[in-house]
């Protein structure tokens, strides 16, 4: 339908301009050329409004007069009403790097950094963006981040930590994605940079 729509348009552009440079065969009516460009004009102004881009692996969020109104549109040309703005969201793969403090369970202190790879789940995207903005991923998952590192870090021993790194990576990105996915963030894969110990752990290992 809307195809149909953009080709009526368009023809209907077409057939004013055209007929806006005939020339009356007296020239009495020169006025009239004017006034047709500029009804054509302002028919063309009108028709751009209602194009948008919206670039691929992206997703554009309806607004209308500044308010989501729950609706998206997908990747590719796409024809809207003249009062509907988009706003371009990324839904590709992004990559959020988190750095946490936190205790071991026999109370040696870690500093975890985490990289976080993950995506917007397109269809949450108006409500993230309602509720968040753009900066959803500061505002929701680097929080998040911290708070489950301190969690599971506090189930293991320090030493534990480096011997069970797959085990403890495990577990932070299991409760992520308990944590941020019904909030339309998905979680695609986690690691685990790196540990830092105190000196005086680490020298006891070394030792």
Known sequence: MSVIVLLFITGAIFWLFVSCLVKDPEGKYAYRKWAGLSVVGMIAGIFLTTLAIVPRGHVGIELQFSAVTGGYRTQGLQFKSPIVKLVIVNVQTQKEEVLATAASRDLQDVSTKIALNYHLNPASAPQVYRDLGLDYIVK????????????????HNAEDLIIRREVVKGEIT??????????????????ITYFQFSAVFTEAIEA
């Open 140 to 155: 929701i998952a680097d929080p998040a981040i911290k708070e489950t590192v301190k969690q599971v870090t506090a189930r």
């Open 174 to 191: 299991e409760e992520l994605r308990k944590r941020l996915e019904p909030r339309g963030i998905i979680v695609e894969a986690l690691s």
